[in-house]
C-alpha cells in the first residue's frame, strides 16, 4: 500500500472534484485548490496531484497517500469520474490554464493506489470536463459512457451531436463517447429519443446497469450565456450501441407539483434499492446565489420531494455528495467541500468581481444519517468534520459492522443476469425448504398427538399403555412414514442449497481470477503495443537512412558523368 502521511490532519479547502465511494473508503483526487496555480505539466503540478485522500469509514479521519505507477492525469478540475469494483476511473478534465482541457483515460486502483493509462489523448473524443461519465453493461460487455460537458475547440465534429460556442472561447456540447473496456477502443453511439441538448455542470447518476438519470446543469442561450435547467432525462445503453434518451420533465411543470428549480454546480448521489432513490443537495441558480436546498427523487414514479437539512450542508455548490449503505434501512450521505456563498471583490479603480468563499472546516466534511421510516427517508443525523473524529461515531460504526457485513454479503449490488438467475434459484430452494420445515412442524405434532393416545412402536416414540380401540395404527404409521419421507427430502434440498452456494462461491471466486487474469493481459498489450509502436518507429528511421544512403551512392557514381 502507498504511504501515508502521520501528520495529516484533514482534506482542506476543495471544490469542482469527485469522491467516490469504494468499500469502506471515500477517496478525493485533485480538484480546485486555493494553492493551485494553473499551469499545463510541472514537477511541482504532478508532485501535488501523485497523492490522493481518503476517508476511512471505520475511523472517520483522513489520511493522504502517494501514488504510483503512470503519472497522474493532467486534468485535475471537473474531470469525469466514475467506479468499477475496486478501479477509479477518470477522464478528462480541465488542466488549471487558458482553455486547456484533457481527454485521456486513467484507472486509478485503490488497492495497491496504482495508475495505469488506458487511454491516450485521441481526436475522435472531444476535449472537455464538467459533463457526466457511468459504467455501464450489455450483452456482458461492460463500457464507460461520457456524456457532454464543456472544453476546447472540438478537433472532429460529429454529425448526430451538438457543439454550441459560448462566449468565455468554450465548446459546449452533448456529445456521446463509449469506450469498451475490453477492447479499450472508443465507440461513437448512435442516440435514439429525446436526448438532452449541449449541457454542463449537471449530474448524471446511474440506477441500473444498462440506465442513468440526467439532471439540471447549463446549456446556452442564443447569445452565448448560461441557461440553468431543471430538467430530468434517463439514459439506457441498448444492445446494439445506442442510447435510448426520454425526456422525464419538460421546461413547463404544473404549480401543484414539486419541482427543484434551475440549476448547477449541484451534487446527486443514489440510495441503492429495487428502485433507487437520488438524493441532491445543493448548487447555485441563474443568477449564480446558492439554492441551499435538498431533495429526494423516486426513481420509480420520478416524483421529487423535499427533505430538511442545514445550511451547513445545502449552503454550497460546486462540492461532492456520496453514499454508503449501511442496511436497507440506513444510509450515510458524506458531502465534501465546496464552494459558499459569493461575495463582490473589490478590485481597485471601479472594478469589482464576483467571488465564492470556499467551504472551510468543521464544515468541509459533512455526514448525513437518513433512515427508513414508514417508506420515507428521513434525516437521522448530522455530523460534521469534528464530530466524525469523537468516540460517539465510533460506537455508531461499530454498531452498524456485524450487522452489515451479513447484510452485503447477502447483497448484490446491479447484478448481472446470471447472478440474478442464480439468486432466484436458492431463493426457490430456500422457500420449498421453509415449505417443508413447515410441512414437517405439523407432522410433528400429529404424530405427538397420537402418541400420547397409544402406543407407536416404530421405534421413534414408545409408549407403554395399549392404544384405545379409536386409534387407528395404521394412520400413525402412515404419517410417520410421510414424516421420514419430508426429513429425507428436507436433507436433499439443504444439500442442493449447500452446493448451489458452494458453485456461487466458485463461480465468484474463478470470476476475480478471470478479472485479474484479464487485467494482466491488458497491461501485456499495452506494453506489447508500446514495443510494436518503438520497433515500428526505428524501422521508419532505418528506412530513411537506407534511402539516404541509395541517394548518396546514386549521386557518388553520377558525378564522373558530369
Not at 494553473?38 to 469509514?57: A, M, N, W
Not at 503512470?70 to 482553455?99: A, E, K, Q
Not at 456482458?140 to 472561447?169: F, R
Amino acid at each position: 500500500m502507498a504511504s501515508s502521511s502521520s501528520s495529516f490532519k484533514g482534506i482542506g479547502e476543495i471544490f469542482e472534484h469527485s469522491a467516490p465511494v469504494v468499500g469502506e473508503s471515500l477517496f478525493v483526487w485533485g480538484g480546485s485548490k486555493p494553492w493551485y496555480h494553473g499551469v499545463h505539466e510541472s514537477p511541482q503540478k504532478i508532485k501535488l496531484y501523485s497523492t490522493i485522500d481518503r476517508l476511512d469509514f471505520r475511523t472517520g479521519r483522513w489520511s493522504s497517500h502517494v501514488t504510483r505507477g503512470t503519472s497522474p492525469p493532467l486534468g485535475p478540475i471537473g474531470y469525469f469520474c466514475t467506479v468499477r469494483n475496486n478501479d477509479i476511473f477518470y477522464m478528462g478534465g480541465y488542466c488549471g490554464h487558458d482553455n486547456c482541457y484533457h481527454n485521456d483515460v486513467n484507472l486509478f486502483n485503490t488497492l495497491n493506489y496504482e495508475w495505469n493509462k488506458l487511454i491516450s489523448s485521441s481526436d475522435i473524443v472531444m476535449k472537455r470536463g464538467f459533463g457526466g461519465m457511468v459504467c455501464m453493461e450489455s450483452m456482458g460487455t461492460e463500457y464507460l459512457l461520457v456524456i457532454g460537458g464543456h472544453g476546447s475547440t472540438p478537433t472532429t465534429y460529429q454529425s448526430q451531436y451538438q457543439y454550441d460556442q459560448m462566449v468565455a472561447g468554450h465548446f459546449r456540447t452533448n456529445e456521446h463517447n463509449l469506450l469498451s473496456l475490453s477492447t479499450r477502443q472508443w465507440i461513437i453511439p448512435t442516440i435514439s429519443g429525446q436526448c438532452c441538448r449541449p449541457t454542463s455542470v449537471f449530474t448524471l447518476t446511474k440506477i441500473s446497469n444498462n440506465k442513468s438519470v440526467l439532471f439540471g446543469g447549463s446549456v446556452t442561450d442564443d447569445e452565448g450565456y448560461n441557461l440553468h435547467v431543471n430538467n430530468v432525462y434517463t439514459c439506457q445503453l441498448e444492445s446494439d450501441a445506442t442510447i435510448h434518451w426520454e425526456s422525464v420533465k419538460g421546461p413547463v411543470v404544473p404549480a401543484s407539483v414539486q419541482w427543484p428549480v434551475e440549476r448547477r454546480a449541484h451534487a446527486i448521489t443514489s440510495i441503492i434499492s429495487d428502485s433507487p432513490t437520488l438524493v441532491m443537495i445543493g448548487g447555485v441558480d441563474q443568477e449564480s446565489q446558492l439554492v441551499n436546498d435538498s431533495w429526494l427523487l423516486d426513481t420509480s414514479q420520478y416524483q421529487w420531494s423535499k427533505i430538511v437539512l442545514p445550511e451547513s450542508v445545502t449552503g454550497r455548490s460546486d462540492h461532492s455528495l456520496s453514499s454508503i449503505m449501511m442496511s436497507p434501512d440506513c444510509v450515510w450521505l458524506v458531502v465534501v467541500g465546496g464552494a459558499g456563498a459569493t461575495e463582490v471583490r473589490d478590485l481597485g479603480r471601479g472594478y469589482e468581481e464576483p467571488w465564492s468563499q470556499l467551504i472551510t472546516d468543521p464544515n468541509i466534511t459533512m455526514l448525513i444519517e437518513l433512515v427508513l421510516i414508514k417508506g420515507q427517508w428521513t434525516v437521522s443525523e448530522v455530523l460534521d468534520s469534528t464530530d466524525l473524529t469523537k468516540e460517539a461515531y465510533q460506537h455508531k460504526y461499530q454498531s452498524f459492522l456485524k450487522t452489515r457485513q451479513w447484510w452485503q454479503d447477502c447483497f448484490i449490488v446491479y447484478p448481472t443476469e446470471k447472478e440474478v438467475q442464480q439468486q432466484q434459484y436458492i431463493q426457490v430452494l430456500q422457500h420449498e425448504l421453509r415449505v417443508f420445515e413447515v410441512n414437517k412442524t405439523s407432522l410433528q405434532e400429529a404424530l405427538l398427538e397420537a402418541s400420547q393416545q397409544g402406543d407407536v412402536t416404530d421405534g421413534t416414540y414408545t409408549k407403554t399403555p395399549p392404544p384405545p380401540a379409536s386409534v387407528d395404527d395404521s394412520k400413525v404409521k402412515s404419517s410417520i412414514q410421510e414424516w421420514k419421507n419430508i426429513t429425507e427430502e428436507i436433507e436433499k434440498l439443504k444439500a442442493i442449497v449447500v452446493d448451489s452456494e458452494t458453485y456461487i462461491a466458485t463461480l465468484t471466486k474463478e470470476k476475480t481470477l478471470t478479472n485479474e487474469e484479464v487485467e494482466k493481459l491488458k497491461a501485456k498489450v499495452v506494453d506489447d503495443d508500446m514495443v510494436i509502436a518503438k520497433l515500428t518507429k526505428e524501422k521508419l528511421q532505418l528506412k530513411e537512412e537506407l534511402q539516404s544512403l541509395k541517394d548518396t551512392t546514386t549521386a557518388v557514381t553520377l558525378i564522373p558523368l558530369l
